[in-house]
């Protein structure tokens, strides 16, 4: 097949452009994240094997696109800013909301199911390291007793699932909501906890999720995702239902 005469050549990509489009690619992909530090110009370049005014000009162009930011004296940082369109004042009141928490674990049981789903199709031995080392994490936490702290362990090993999905917007989607997460699952250990004895059951299906995840078989992860976040919602149904008829009844006597 003979190509028609090209009365233009093709242009080569420009060498900034090029460095842009790999930066970007890495924050995307959360190899870079919201408020780190990039290595000094010099050591950037040299990891690129560009030149210094390549680079510059990249970090330009990216600056002016709001997705890094230079402090002076202080060197050049992904920008915090870049998840703001995920914030809402809107977050405050869903976290002081009964109803809204459990709004928020149905909404977990889509997005942790696909990462996990996702996770065991396309992770790497390096994610598979990382997760083990986050669930063992969350046992540590456990002996302080102290429930912020598994909450944040917790929510780190589900952000290692998020990551071995390699799904940007499954990533970033679940970093702009650790503050709420986090609080869910704070709140959601101190109801259990009137139940000490479900914490056994917990860990026994978060460790299911762990090995599915492990042997590469999607669908048994989703499945163990699913029953893990069901098993939660049940016991705090119930729960919460004793709650609210210990509740009546105390303003029923109340008003004898």
Same mark, same amino acid.
């Given at each position: 097949?003979?190509l028609?005469?090209? $009365? =233009?050549p093709?242009k080569?990509? $420009?060498?900034?452009?090029?460095? =842009?489009s790999? %930066?970007?690619?890495m924050? %995307?992909?959360g190899?870079l994240?919201?408020?780190q530090?990039?290595?000094?110009e010099?050591?950037?370049?040299k990891q690129f @094997?560009v030149s210094?005014?390549?680079?510059r000009e990249?970090i =330009?162009?990216?600056?002016?696109k709001g997705l890094?930011?230079?402090?002076?004296?202080?060197g050049?940082f992904?920008?915090e800013?870049?998840?703001?369109? /995920?914030s *809402?004042?809107? /977050? *405050?009141?869903?976290?002081s909301?009964?109803?809204?928490?459990?709004?928020? #674990?149905?909404?977990r049981h889509g997005?942790?199911?696909?990462s996990a789903?996702?996770?065991a199709?396309r992770g790497t031995?390096?994610d598979?390291e990382l997760?083990?080392?986050?669930?063992?994490?969350?046992?540590?936490a456990?002996?302080?007793q *102290?429930?912020?702290e598994?909450a944040?362990?917790?929510?780190?090993?589900? %952000?290692?699932?998020c990551?071995?999905?390699?799904?940007?917007?499954?990533?970033h989607l679940?970093r702009?909501?650790? #503050?709420l997460?986090?609080?869910?699952?704070e709140?959601n250990?101190?109801?259990?906890a009137?139940r000490p @004895?479900?914490?056994?059951?917990?860990?026994e299906?978060?460790t299911?999720?762990?090995?599915?995840i492990?042997?590469?078989?999607? =669908?048994?992860?989703?499945?163990?995702?699913?029953?893990?976040?069901?098993?939660?919602?049940e016991v705090? %149904?119930?729960l919460?239902e004793e709650q609210?008829r210990?509740?009546?009844?105390?303003?029923?006597?109340q008003r004898i």
């Amino acid at each position: 097949m003979v190509l028609p005469n090209i $009365k =233009q050549p093709l242009k080569q990509a $420009k060498l900034s452009d090029v460095i =842009q489009s790999q %930066l970007e690619t890495m924050i %995307l992909e959360g190899s870079l994240k919201a408020g780190q530090k990039l290595p000094p110009e010099r050591e950037l370049a040299k990891q690129f @094997d560009v030149s210094r005014p390549s680079l510059r000009e990249a970090i =330009q162009k990216l600056e002016a696109k709001g997705l890094i930011n230079r402090r002076q004296g202080g060197g050049t940082f992904v920008s915090e800013q870049i998840l703001k369109g /995920f914030s *809402d004042p809107l /977050f *405050d009141l869903m976290a002081s909301s009964n109803e809204a928490q459990f709004d928020l #674990l149905e909404f977990r049981h889509g997005i942790e199911g696909m990462s996990a789903y996702y996770a065991a199709m396309r992770g790497t031995a390096a994610d598979y390291e990382l997760i083990k080392a986050k669930h063992e994490a969350i046992g540590n936490a456990q002996i302080e007793q *102290d429930y912020h702290e598994e909450a944040a362990a917790v929510y780190e090993f589900y %952000l290692a699932i998020c990551a071995a999905s390699h799904n940007g917007v499954i990533l970033h989607l679940a970093r702009s909501m650790s #503050l709420l997460v986090i609080d869910n699952i704070e709140k959601n250990l101190t109801i259990l906890a009137q139940r000490p @004895d479900i914490f056994a059951k917990i860990a026994e299906y978060r460790t299911r999720l762990l090995d599915a995840i492990l042997s590469g078989q999607p =669908q048994k992860a989703w499945g163990a995702s699913h029953r893990h976040l069901a098993f939660i919602e049940e016991v705090l %149904l119930n729960l919460t239902e004793e709650q609210s008829r210990m509740e009546r009844s105390i303003r029923r006597m109340q008003r004898i």
